[in-house]
């Protein structure tokens, strides 16, 4: 019954380092989508993934990249953090083109410094 | 211009106050209505879902949408501390593919 994990929950890093957030569905899901959140803007979307082999740019994709490994998972990669990525990034799962709703995970605090 | 607009609040409001949240939308085209629930530092939770126009209850939540006025609505009956927390409605359409449109959430605290 995990729903959707994502690792890690916490990260540090330098600018200019790279990272990879990991995300992971058990529902069967089809489309996966990647969010940042941040005070005064809400969710945004970054990129997110319509089914397994297709993945597509959302509002902000700038200085990051992804990778639908399967149908069960979808990372984020960051190449060159910058101190304007500090956020809570989420990733969220949804069956039927997501006109029931969205699944989201618990989300991955990341501070670049 | 966004396409879905919400106030942020903050909203305080005592113990067993009726509570409203709303949510205006500009394309014509959304059909499907959610809110979400989203504690201090936890992801969003799908709280209600609605299609095209009308109420659903679901215990001491309503939703509501108006698609003339292009205007949603969350009310929360006999409000408690537990219900403090973040409010965000989301919608698309059959033209947004799988991708919703947040509003920017609603922070909601009930005094005890």
């Known amino acids: 019954n995990a729903g959707v994990t994502q690792t890690p929950k916490f990260q540090v890093l330098k600018t200019g380092q790279s990272m990879t957030l990991q995300c992971a569905q058990d529902?069967?899901?089809?489309?996966m989508y990647w969010y940042r959140q941040d005070p005064g803007m809400g969710l945004r979307l970054i990129y997110y993934s319509a089914s397994e082999g297709t993945t597509d740019k959302g509002e902000v994709p700038n200085g990051y990249n992804v990778s639908r490994l399967n149908k069960r998972e979808f990372s984020l990669r960051l190449e060159s953090a910058a101190p304007s990525q500090t956020s809570v990034y989420f990733c969220?799962?949804?069956?039927?083109?997501?006109?029931?709703?969205?699944?989201f995970g618990s989300g991955t605090r990341l501070t670049v410094v | 211009q966004k396409e879905v607009e919400q106030d942020p609040g903050p909203l305080s409001v005592p113990e067993g106050a009726i509570v409203s949240l709303n949510c205006t939308y500009s394309n014509s085209a959304f059909q499907y209505f959610m809110w979400y629930r989203q504690y201090s530092r936890k992801g969003p939770e799908l709280l209600m879902y609605?299609?095209?126009?009308g109420n659903k209850e679901d215990g001491r939540f309503t939703a509501q949408v108006d698609k003339s006025s292009k205007y949603i609505s969350l009310f929360i009956r006999d409000s408690q501390p537990s219900d403090s927390a973040t409010y965000l409605c989301?919608?698309?359409?059959?033209?947004?593919?799988?991708?919703?449109?947040f509003g920017e959430g609603t922070q909601l605290t009930v005094n005890p």
């Open positions: 529902m069967n899901h089809n489309s």
């Open positions: 969220a799962s949804s069956a039927d083109r997501g006109r029931l709703g969205y699944t």
């Open positions: 609605t299609y095209s126009s």
């Open positions: 989301a919608m698309s359409g059959e033209t947004s593919g799988s991708r919703l449109t």
